[in-house]
């Protein structure tokens, strides 16, 4: 994502409401945080928000998190959705750390339009990559589930190799998201893809294990 300067970054950032800084304290007590029992999914690369905000006004009985690695691009999510939502949380983290952020809490992964990472020696860094797989093992609850949106055939490609061989069992896969009657909140990037012509790959997983 190309960013460029954002003076009152910090300011937005100090004065956030839903922006968790303190989130190695929240670990284990998400739940206690949102005031209820809702099911919590987390977004990872949530970039300006538009998805989770969607998602959090759509989906008022579930709990949303979005983590997103840069602070710039936090902050211009921030900025444009100013007002806190009772469902939803950020947090400025890189999605390796998660581990730090939560316990077994987690019970659905959103990864949109992640970086897709294209070198064979970068394979690691791509979200769905084994090793990721296996830090999401530790937050996922008892049931996991990975719902995947891309315009990139080597991610598109490579995630279903992965999520194949780590056991994930395929509920649904798409080759044309916006031509097809599955449920769907767009993305920043979505959109533009779309202007484009270009077609979004989708898939849902799950593991019970
Ligand atoms: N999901 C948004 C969308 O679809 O419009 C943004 C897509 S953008 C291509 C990918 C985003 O993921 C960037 O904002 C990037 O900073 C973030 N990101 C990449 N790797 C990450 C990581 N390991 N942890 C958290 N965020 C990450």
Not at 26 to 51: A, C, R, S, T, V
Request: charged fraction near 30%; hydrophobic fraction near 35%; include cysteine.
């Amino acid at each position: 994502m190309r960013l460029r300067s954002l003076k009152d970054k910090d300011i937005l950032l100090d004065n956030c409401d839903y922006l968790i800084k303190n989130y190695k304290e929240i670990k284990g007590n998400w739940q206690k945080k949102f005031k209820n029992n809702n099911p919590i999914h987390l977004e990872i690369g949530m970039g300006k928000g538009d998805f989770i905000q969607g998602m959090a006004r759509k989906y008022p009985d579930i709990n949303f998190i979005g983590i997103e690695k840069y602070d710039k691009v936090i902050g211009r999510a921030i900025k444009k959705y100013p007002v806190k939502l009772p469902n939803l949380f950020v947090i400025n983290m890189d999605a390796k750390d998660l581990e730090k952020a939560f316990d077994k809490e987690i019970s659905h992964i959103y990864l949109n339009f992640s970086d897709p990472w294209p070198k064979d020696r970068h394979a690691k860094r791509r979200l769905t990559s084994i090793e990721f797989l296996k830090i999401y093992d530790k937050v996922f609850k008892d049931k996991k589930r990975i719902t995947l949106k891309t315009d990139n055939l080597i991610l598109f490609a490579s995630s279903l190799v992965s999520l194949n061989n780590y056991g994930y069992k395929f509920l649904n896969v798409n080759l044309d998201l916006a031509n097809s009657d599955i449920p769907n909140v767009l993305t920043e990037y979505e959109v533009k893809f779309q202007n484009m012509g270009v077609r979004i790959n989708y898939l849902d997983v799950e593991k019970l294990n």
